[in-house]
């Protein structure tokens, strides 16, 4: 589905880049592998970008990541995290942001409750590792292999 959102993304990005460049040095991400009791993976539809992504986020300032982790579960998923996420691996995503880096977390222990994020998510799914939707993001079919065994893991986003 394009919305507004996602056709002005791509002008707005190079703006947000710009600011956050200039407000610090490096960026840091987290993206978190949330499994249910069927094996099947969370994702998340954007409003803003096309296809599925793992849920996730940046990680604000004097915030943990595993902190961060557990905050963008709740805010784009509405599960609220039992425990502490597992760190899976880290990327560097020079490809889209010099500096920019993505801890990628765990998670198979929560309660749902409500989503805290409004006009951000379109969708929310669980689906089987074999049968994730056709334009389930490149990056997310990589980091899914590498958390299942699959393929090693890569330094890379």
Known sequence: MTTWRTRIEPFTRPLFFAWSRMTRGMTLGVRIIATDDQSRILLVKHTYLNGWWLPGGGVDKGETTHKAAVREL?????????GTPKLVSIHSNER????????????????????????EIAEIGWFHPNDLPADTTKATRARIDEFLGRTAPSPDW
């Open 96 to 119: 889209f942001f010099p500096g920019d880096h993505v801890a990628i977390f765990h998670i198979d222990r929560f309660d749902v409750g409500e989503r805290t994020s409004h006009g």
């Open 74 to 82: 709740k805010e784009e998923a509405g599960l609220i995290a039992h």
